[in-house]
């Protein structure tokens, strides 16, 4: 039996694990993590969630992890997903209300107080403004940014009514971004200090409730463009309201943070009867999709 945390960041779901043990791997024995993670995600049939998150002992920080999508694909970084960590690690007592965490994007400071945490992510790389990406038949005015993860930012008049789906699946594949593809993320300018923003997010494969990484792209890019200032209120999908402060240097940004509130939905227990059986679904569907 694995124990777990299901947290939410602005209604982007997570299943956190405190694996400094390595009890995840005690328990799988021969399963895949990858089978794990999707199994652990899968929505109805499980506990259901957009990531899975290990948390593991480091030698410097805190902690250091290692984020999953729920396609159980591993990847860098992940915005609210690290403002779960974050607080996780306080309610663990595996760390203090300041800290620090390892993450392939590098490392990742916070701060938590109370049910709110600012996370500082790491400085945007490849700030590419006005790409010119043909999209079913249209040229769609785009910009590029990573965030710790690679985002395409387009703007938008009207955001509710907008395909992000649609939209958002086939820049996500766009052989322009081949092969790792890249989050696509739809905003409107509401006024010098507030963005509305609609993520399709990589490896969830669907529009998400928040992508903090996202949300932090768009303003960066509308910062870029003149569009804004700091700090910008984010209006994201979940109707939540969340915060990004910046600073401009000459080589484009530093000092990004986002913050907004953390929720701990629910305490648990994943039993072996549960995960073993969806993993080896989940195992043999790869194997068959292979062939």
């Known amino acids: 039996m694995i124990p777990f945390f ?46 899975l998150i290990l948390i593991e ?8 992890w290692r984020f999953f999508n729920a396609d159980g694909s591993e990847v860098e970084m992940c915005g609210n997903g690290g403002r779960c960590a974050a607080r996780f690690a306080f309610l663990k007592k595996i760390a203090g209300p300041s800290l620090s965490f ?8 916070a701060q938590v107080t109370e049910d709110v945490v600012k996370l500082r992510l790491t400085d945007p790389t490849d700030l590419q403004l006005n790409v010119s ?23 938008v008049e009207e955001l509710d009514a907008f395909d992000v789906f649609r939209t958002g699946r086939v820049i996500r594949y766009h052989e322009h971004y081949a092969p790792k593809g890249t989050n696509a993320n739809f905003v409107r300018v509401i006024d010098r200090r507030t963005l509305q923003v609609r993520t399709y997010e990589r490896g969830v494969e669907d529009e998400t409730l928040a992508c903090g990484t996202g949300l932090t792209a768009s303003v960066l890019i509308a910062a870029a463009r003149g569009l804004v ?10 109707g939540e309201i969340l915060k990004v402060y910046f600073e401009r240097n000459e080589k484009g940004f530093s000092r990004v943070y986002f913050e907004g509130r953390v929720q701990v939905i629910y305490e648990g227990t994943i039993w072996e009867e549960a995960w073993r059986g969806l993993a080896t679904e989940t195992a043999a569907a790869r194997l068959a999709s292979d062939h």
């Open 133 to 155: 990406l043909p999209v079913e038949g249209r040229i769609l005015e785009t910009h590029f940014i990573n965030t710790g993860v690679p985002h395409v930012v387009h703007f």
């Open 6 to 51: 299901k947290m939410s960041g602005s209604g982007n779901d997570f299943i956190l694990i405190d694996n400094r043990d390595h009890i995840v791997e005690a328990a799988l024995g021969p399963v895949q993590v990858v089978d794990f993670v999707q199994s652990a995600c899968r929505r109805v049939a499980s506990v259901g969630a957009d990531g």
């Open 102 to 109: 390892e993450t392939a994007a590098g490392v990742i400071d």
């Open 229 to 238: 200032e700091s700090p910008v209120s984010v209006r994201v999908r979940s």
């Open 57 to 64: 002992r480091s030698d410097r920080h805190a902690f250091r």
